[in-house]
């Protein structure tokens, strides 16, 4: 049965969507596999991330990803990689359908280097706030999006993040909901 990995980010966890989120898969008929909150550091985080290190907002993804604890989780079920991208929604907050978890409950891109650039203001109080709403709306791809949640973009990469957070391997049980679902 195939799985994939799920990672509700520190925004998520902040904001207290966790119960959401796992209802949302648990409803859509997936079994949870593996669970735990957890912080990790940078070079963990940049691991998980290697695939991104050449992009303009990879610092910024490090930094919001060791900001908090996250909760990782494996799910399975038929489909549940593609499904499970489905349920989360598109990458950009603003883009994401009603209906998805980032449609229903993200917003706003990443802040840290609006905080940046805000902070230099001091030096040139009125223009880094202009320039800062400019950048962010003729720039998007520069700011790292808060988008709550993580999933799996492929089988294969699924198999290497489960492998990444879940060392320890995970718990093997059998759930009879399959059996009234598929
Ligand atoms: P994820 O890996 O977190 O599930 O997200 P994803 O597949 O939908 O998007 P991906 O391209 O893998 O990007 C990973 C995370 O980096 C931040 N991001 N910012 N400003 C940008 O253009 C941008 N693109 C990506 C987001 O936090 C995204 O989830």
Known sequence: MEQTFIMIKPDGVQRGLVGEIIGRFEKKGFSLKG????????????????????????????EYIVSGP??????????????GRKIIGA??????AAGTI??????????????LLFF??????????TLTIVLKSKTPNLFDY???????DAVESARKEI????PEGIAEWESSLHSWIY
Request: hydrophobic share 55%; glycine share 8%.
């Open 70 to 83: 996250v909760v990782a989780m494996v799910w399975e079920g038929k489909g549940v990689v593609a499904t």
């Open 146 to 152: 808060r988008n709550v949640i993580h999933g799996s």
């Open 91 to 96: 990458t950009n907050p603003l883009e994401s």
């Open 163 to 166: 492998a990444l957070w879940f």
């Open 102 to 115: 980032r449609g229903d409950f993200a917003i706003d891109i990443g802040r840290s280097l609006v905080m």
């Open 35 to 62: 669970l735990k909150l957890i912080t990790v550091d940078r070079a963990f985080a940049e691991k998980h991330y290697a695939d991104l290190s050449a992009k303009p907002f990879f610092n910024g993804l490090v």
């Open 120 to 129: 230099s203001s001091l030096l040139f109080l009125l223009i880094a706030p």
